[in-house]
């Protein structure tokens, strides 16, 4: 096998276990969705099992010890029920994320499951990144939090998603220029809402 072709195969397979979270997420296949004036994407409030949880956890990532993936599937669905975000969008976003891996941390520091920032993480009372529970929790708190602030949004949980990524104060400029979301954000934005479509 060609060197090439050997390093593309390992940075796949460093990719799916987690260790570069936000790289190789994105299709770059045009802007994400304009901020402003269409329908966006309802998630609903649909109660996924945990038993679908499991089955995607282990879809996503068949490498994960068993009695791992169900701490993770029941860790989802309590945070999701506590503070009122579709669990199937919390599934979709870790996946995208880390791949559902507790120690994945990023070039730029990012941690743990939700690769919670360190500020971010404090703010939600994280005090332990990578421990699953708490940053499942974390994460869930984060992306409730984001659907107060653009709760109004047509495009609510576009937004939601875009700033997780990006910074709600980077998407909140772009929303109030009219700038659509960037190709990276609504890459991202259109993975997670994949994704969150299969658990």
Known sequence: MRRSA?????????????CFPRVAQYDGEGPGPAPGGEQ????????VPVERLVAFITMRNPWL????????????AKAAATHGVPSHLVAGLIATESSFNPRAVSPVGAQGLGQLMPATARDMGVTDPFDIEQ?????????????????????????????????VGTVTKQNKAGKPLTNEQGAYVRKIISLSGKV
């Open 40 to 47: 966006g994407f309802d998630p609903g409030t649909r109660d």
């Open 135 to 167: 940053n499942i929790n974390g994460t869930t708190r984060y992306l409730a939090w984001l659907g107060k602030v653009w709760e109004k949004h047509p495009q609510r949980w576009e937004m939601v998603l875009a700033s997780y990524l990006a910074g």
């Open 6 to 18: 050997l390093l593309v195969v390992l940075a796949a397979a460093l990719a799916l276990q987690g």
């Open 65 to 76: 010890p068993s009695d791992q993936v169900q701490r993770e599937a029941e860790a989802i």
